[in-house]
């Protein structure tokens, strides 16, 4: 079965510090991608970066980065930079053709 | 920017109702899906429609549900007698052509169902 974990349930973040969010999973799919989805107050779901599987080179968007480590099936999210617009539930999420979910990690950020 | 609706932002209803969510994803867009968000827990699938069909469903998707794509542009979830469980945020997203896999899926802004 596919799964993905995210073991921690909160973290905080000094404005302009780096902060990594963690996420494993587990796939028998050998082709498959990754996301970061950022969830605001207003809960809308929002796609912060994704990562394909195939290629090894980490994704990057501004001050968001990937750290994929397929064989140990690790995908962390590294936050450069806080700002405090960044404070929201990020969910690490595994697709084959349908989306699974992690359980959340509730960042704050304080100035 | 092209953007998946949803209506209403809020549902209330009373337990046993029956309940319809509406949806119009982006307009080229042939994969769709469900999505629900229980307060404070994890966003879990529900069900994937393509070409007129339900290609997956969840655990969750029994027969209390359906879907539909009643006209070119929106994508319906039902839920025939609602219970307070069902109470949950509802996403609705597209995706095109790959069938999701890599593909982004646009999210809509959810509805926010409360059951009485």
């Known amino acids: 079965a596919q799964t993905v974990t995210q073991s921690q349930p909160e973290m905080s973040v000094q404005e302009a510090e780096t902060v990594t969010l963690s996420c494993t999973y587990d796939?028998?799919?050998?082709?498959?991608?990754l996301f970061w989805y950022k969830q605001p107050p207003s809960r809308q779901m929002i796609l912060v970066i994704r990562?394909?599987?195939?290629?090894?080179q980490n994704a990057t968007e501004n001050r968001f980065s990937v750290n994929f480590q397929k064989a140990a099936k690790s995908f962390s999210l590294k936050i450069s930079d806080s700002q405090l617009g960044d404070a929201a539930m990020y969910f690490c999420?595994?697709?084959?053709?349908?989306?699974?979910f992690g359980t959340g990690t509730r960042l704050q950020v304080f100035p | 920017e092209p953007e998946v609706t949803q209506t209403p932002s809020h549902q209330v209803t009373q337990m046993g109702q029956e309940v319809i969510l509406r949806c119009v994803p982006i307009?080229?867009?042939?994969?769709f899906y469900w999505y629900r968000q229980i307060l404070g827990q994890k966003v879990e699938f529900l069900v994937s429609?393509?070409?007129?069909?339900?290609?997956?469903k969840s655990e969750i998707f029994d027969d209390q549900f359906s879907v539909e794509r009643p006209d070119g542009s929106n994508f319906t979830l039902k839920i025939r007698s609602t219970k307070l469980e069902d109470s949950a945020m509802y996403f609705c997203?597209?995706?095109?052509?790959?069938?999701?896999?890599?593909?982004?899926?646009?999210f809509g802004p959810g509805t926010r169902l409360t059951v009485l």
């Open positions: 997203a597209s995706s095109d052509l790959s069938r999701g896999l890599g593909n982004e899926q646009f």
């Open positions: 796939t028998s799919e050998s082709d498959y991608y």
């Open positions: 990562q394909e599987a195939y290629k090894q």
């Open positions: 999420a595994h697709n084959t053709d349908k989306l699974i």
């Open positions: 307009s080229n867009h042939l994969y």
């Open positions: 429609f393509y070409n007129n069909e339900i290609s997956e």
